[in-house]
């Protein structure tokens, strides 16, 4: 399977298509912190566009758990490759609306979909660790994965089985569920097959090859045990507590 830089979707092997920019783009507006928007988007006068957050360290500030090499590619290339796809996405949905010709629009939505989608992951996948990572999480976010999960272990054991059992590339996640105020551990394909409806990502983990390869080669679960050495609570906190404050639903 081919994951290299500025992707298009239909490049991967049909999975359904299901949707365009489904929960992570329903729950856009909570799923990048403010600090993380102002990093991920601009305009350029011509609408909407994105641009590749910087790394909030440096590049070999993971080691021993991420290899320098890999996130230096990963971020460089493979997240740039989403932005400028992503991007690329827009300016063709433009020259569409301009021209009144929609020939192929499906296309361009898959890719809209499938590069944003990677984009706004990787953005949140960054924020998500630190040098400085590792242990368990306090505060609101601790109370409430004793309440829904029974304790951290017990979230952390299907964390790490549900990433590590992904069909093919995609993502491990936990999640805030607006609807029933409750926090899920699921599974994402590529970037965006089988994603839920109003959800907000809190903590994720790229199981894409390109993530873990050639440091842990075909040893995925490897890599995703030493993922929870680099995880940064504090950030999935102010995730947590940010969708709780969050209104996405009109439930009147």
């Known amino acids: 399977m081919t994951d290299g830089p500025h992707l298009h979707r239909d490049s991967l092997p049909e999975l359904g298509r299901r949707t ?4 992570i783009g329903v729950a856009a507006g909570v799923t990048l912190l403010e600090t993380d928007v102002a990093a991920a988007t601009g305009d350029d006068g011509d609408g909407p566009t994105y641009r590749l957050p910087p790394l909030p360290y440096d590049y ?9 090499r890999i996130l230096k590619l990963h971020h460089d290339s493979h997240h740039q490759g989403y932005v400028d796809g992503a991007n690329e996405a827009l300016r063709a949905l433009a020259e569409m609306r301009d021209s009144g010709e929609f020939d192929g629009i499906s296309g361009v939505k898959r890719d ?17 660790m630190s040098p400085d990572g590792g242990g368990e999480p306090g505060g609101s976010l601790s109370d409430r994965i004793g309440t829904d999960f029974g304790s951290f272990g017990a ?15 995609g993502w491990g996640t936990l999640l805030y ?25 809190l903590l ?30 504090e ?10 404050a969050a209104n996405i639903l009109d439930d009147n």
């Open 155 to 169: 979230m952390r054991e299907e964390f790490s089985a549900a990433a590590s059992a992904v069909e093919g590339s």
């Open 60 to 68: 070999d500030a993971l080691e021993p758990h991420i290899d320098e």
């Open 20 to 23: 365009v920019l489904r929960g």
């Open 204 to 233: 994720v983990v790229d199981v894409w090859e390109h993530a873990y390869y050639p440091q842990y080669e075909n040893r995925r679960s490897e890599y995703v045990e030493a993922f929870w050495n680099v995880v940064d609570w």
């Open 177 to 201: 569920d607006h609807r029933s105020d409750s926090l899920l551990v699921t599974q994402v394909e590529n970037h965006d097959e089988l994603v839920v409806q109003a959800g907000t990502p």
């Open 235 to 244: 950030n999935v906190r102010g995730r947590y507590e940010s969708a709780c």
């Open 112 to 128: 809209l979909s499938f590069n944003l989608s990677g984009h706004v992951l990787h953005t949140i996948f960054w924020g998500n």
